[in-house]
């Protein structure tokens, strides 16, 4: 067995162990550690939530005074306590749906998006720089001054004009990439923080 399937294999153990329905609730829980972004009472905005790992993980940190919306295009098992909106990030009835249940408050935006993924890395990357660049446009519409946002993007040569973009909305944006993260994947992560 490789090293990268044995890491796989330990976080799908992990997360089976603690009741999560994914193992990217791991990487969350691993950034949040490092970075403090949830807290309790808030409003957080997860996109690309299925099947809703990353809100189990958000619902515990916010706590009953705050709010954790969902939205995916696809359809999740209902969680208790979560609000869960069905449909595309780019549209604007689900964008409208989110500032209605928010009351245009939203304190912190994560997008764990992914294209459906080929296996072609370039394609993969456009599609996900693509997707990030959507995800951006809404928190542009949606995050509070001074809010916080984690974005998972592929690397590759659009990457750094990526965060340009991102420095011209944030105060501040951190690289980084969790242990649960497995190192083969081209994934990482962009903590930003302060929404100017
Ligand atoms: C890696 S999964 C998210 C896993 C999730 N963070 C968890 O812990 O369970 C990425 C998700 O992004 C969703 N997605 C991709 N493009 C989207 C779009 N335009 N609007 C909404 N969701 C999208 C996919 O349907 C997929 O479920």
Same mark, same amino acid.
């Given at each position: 067995?490789?090293?990268?399937? $044995?890491?796989?294999?330990?976080?799908?153990?992990?997360?089976?162990?603690?009741?999560?329905?994914?193992? $990217?609730?791991?990487?969350?829980?691993?950034?949040?550690?490092?970075?403090?972004?949830?807290?309790?009472?808030?409003?957080?905005?997860?996109?690309?939530?299925?099947?809703?790992? &990353?809100?189990?993980?958000? +619902?515990? *940190? !916010?706590?009953?005074?705050?709010? !954790?919306?969902?939205?995916?295009?696809?359809?999740? %098992?209902?969680?208790?306590?979560?609000?869960?909106?069905?449909?595309? /990030? *780019?549209? *604007?009835?689900? /964008?409208?749906?989110?500032?209605?249940?928010?009351?245009?408050?939203?304190?912190?935006?994560?997008?764990?998006?992914?294209?459906?993924? $080929?296996?072609? &890395?370039?394609?993969?990357?456009?599609?996900?720089?693509?997707?990030?660049?959507?995800? +951006?446009? +809404?928190?542009?519409?949606?995050?509070?001054?001074?809010?916080?946002? !984690?974005?998972?993007?592929? @690397?590759?040569?659009?990457?750094? *004009? +990526?965060? $340009?973009?991102?420095?011209?909305?944030?105060?501040?944006?951190?690289?980084?990439?969790?242990?649960?993260?497995? @190192? !083969?994947?081209? %994934?990482?992560?962009?903590?930003?923080?302060?929404?100017?």
């Amino acid at each position: 067995m490789k090293l990268t399937d $044995s890491k796989k294999d330990q976080f799908r153990r992990l997360a089976r162990d603690y009741g999560y329905r994914s193992r $990217s609730a791991f990487k969350l829980k691993q950034i949040n550690n490092s970075y403090r972004i949830l807290n309790k009472g808030h409003c957080v905005v997860d996109i690309g939530c299925a099947p809703g790992g &990353w809100i189990q993980v958000a +619902l515990a *940190e !916010v706590g009953n005074k705050g709010k !954790v919306i969902g939205v995916d295009i696809k359809k999740i %098992e209902p969680l208790k306590d979560a609000f869960v909106i069905q449909g595309n /990030i *780019e549209h *604007e009835d689900i /964008i409208n749906s989110i500032l209605k249940i928010s009351n245009s408050h939203v304190d912190v935006v994560l997008s764990d998006l992914s294209p459906n993924v $080929s296996g072609n &890395w370039d394609l993969d990357h456009a599609r996900q720089i693509d997707l990030s660049r959507n995800a +951006l446009k +809404l928190c542009n519409r949606i995050l509070k001054k001074g809010g916080k946002a !984690v974005f998972k993007v592929f @690397q590759g040569d659009m990457l750094n *004009e +990526l965060i $340009s973009e991102l420095k011209k909305e944030f105060k501040r944006v951190i690289i980084t990439k969790p242990t649960a993260s497995r @190192q !083969v994947s081209s %994934e990482i992560y962009l903590i930003c923080i302060d929404k100017l």
